[in-house]
């Protein structure tokens, strides 16, 4: 595959920061609160909150002077007091397949602070639109396969980062009422159906390390009079911190996913170091007391298909007996590859045989097709192109 197309200047450029609150991204409580200390009079502010959750998350307002249904001289004073400001779309890539991977640059967060970057990709369907999210910069996790996991600066994202993401997904793809679609790329063709329709938490970091910020985003998200995903299509991908599982059933209802990755504890502990601390008996009980887990609202496992590591047909029986009740999916993963990796994918035969055993076992369709492969947007693999593009920086600037 080739890589389609590369846009460096940024598609949705972001207001420069100005120290002014930024509402673009908060909560129902934190937008009360910001209109509170700024002086709003107590009984305006349910209905204040309300006008701004509307032309903010319903209408993609990217300026104050589209809020039509608030006085004139009260937009120009809520311009003066607040900000509506979303993370910096800083490059786009367009895969052939219609995927698309942005490096976003987020506000400083302090004087020595240049703005940290994370990825963020959309992967468009017939009958879907997936944006998958990142929750911090890098992760403190080691995953042996995963790049994400060799990044040094690593820091939790904020909720108005979370949600940001989102933001400028919708802006970009034009999916706000009576905005107009991008012409270069494939979305979700159906009636009625919006660009992005399903969120998952499979960008960047382990979001049950921060689910401090991940319950509030994922509730933002959610809310019918703004955002409007179902949480049924919002999915959280945890490499397994166990004692976090329970706790993010009965914040979110959102959906789980477990990157299990191996049937054995020596092997998991490998791959998933944090299976020392956890092992894969306690991460199954979590899962089987998962609140709100049933067969119709099944956990699914990810498995990543390591050559010689992983992928006897042996383990597939195991994986296939050790999720003996529970409502479980199960989704084989292509390992992505990303340079200096020290795995390679298994063979499709060797893919074919592991599915067969786990379909025959009754799990559909368990394979899941690598998208964007060729701007290295897959799973796992955010965060080469940032360094690349780094290096490629420096050697233009001699
Ligand atoms: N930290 C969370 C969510 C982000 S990773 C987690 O680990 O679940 C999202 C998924 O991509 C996980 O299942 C992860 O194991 C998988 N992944 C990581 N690196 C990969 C690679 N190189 N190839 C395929 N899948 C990978
Ligand atoms: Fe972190 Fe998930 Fe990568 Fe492991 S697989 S290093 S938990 S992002």
């Given amino acids: 595959m080739t890589l389609l197309e590369t846009t460096p200047a940024s598609p949705v450029p972001a207001a420069a920061p100005t120290g002014r609150p930024n509402l673009a991204g ?7 609160g910001a209109l509170r200390e700024f002086g709003l009079p107590e009984h305006e502010i349910r209905m204040r909150t309300n006008q701004l959750w509307h032309w903010i998350y319903f209408r993609g307002a990217r300026d104050f002077t589209e809020m039509l249904n608030i006085s004139k001289r009260l937009r120009a004073t809520l311009a003066d007091a607040f900000e509506l400001r979303l993370p910096e779309i800083i490059e786009e890539q367009l895969s052939v397949d219609g995927t698309r991977k942005w490096l976003l640059r987020l506000a400083p967060v302090g004087p020595q602070d240049k703005g940290a970057e994370i ?31 060799t990044q040094r600066l690593v820091r939790n994202l904020t909720t108005a980062e979370i949600v940001g993401q989102l933001l400028v997904a919708r802006q970009r793809l034009g999916d706000f009422p009576g905005r107009e679609r991008p012409v270069d790329g494939l979305v979700p063709d159906g009636e009625g159906l919006r660009a992005v329709s399903n969120i998952v938490f499979m960008g960047m970091g382990e979001p049950l390390y921060n689910l401090e910020h991940v319950a509030p985003a994922i509730e933002t998200m959610a809310d019918g009079d703004g955002l409007s995903l179902s949480k049924r299509r919002i999915t959280v991908s945890t490499s397994g911190v166990a004692p976090q ?23 998991r502990n490998t791959l998933v170091p944090l299976n020392k601390k956890y092992p894969i008996r306690e991460l199954l009980q979590a899962c089987r007391d998962y609140p709100g887990a049933s067969n119709a609202r099944r956990i699914t496992f990810e498995y990543v298909m390591l050559k010689g590591v ?45 599915s067969d055993i786990v379909f025959n076992a009754g799990y559909a369709s368990p394979v899941r097709t690598p998208r964007g492969r060729d701007i290295l947007a897959a799973c796992g693999q955010l965060k080469s192109e940032t360094e690349k593009l780094r290096a490629r920086a420096r050697l233009a600037s001699g």
Avoid at 247 to 264: C, K, N, Q, W, Y
Avoid at 332 to 350: K, Q, R, V
Wanted: with cysteine.
């Fill in 26 to 32: 908060m909560t129902r409580g934190e937008i009360a």
């Fill in 119 to 149: 990825e963020c990709v959309y992967i468009p369907e017939s009958d879907r639109g997936t944006l998958c999210v990142s929750s911090q910069v890098g992760c403190t996790l080691t995953c042996s396969f995963c790049h994400t996991g």
């Fill in 245 to 267: 599982i329970e706790r993010l059933g009965a914040e979110t209802g959102a959906m789980l996913a477990i990157s299990l990755h191996a049937v054995r504890d020596d092997i």
């Fill in 310 to 354: 992983n992928d006897s047909p042996a383990e597939a029986r195991e994986l296939v007996r050790l999720l003996k009740g529970v409502p479980a999916k199960i989704n084989l993963i292509p390992f992505n590859p990303w340079p200096g990796a020290p795995y390679e994918c298994s063979d499709w035969e060797t893919i074919e045989r592991f």
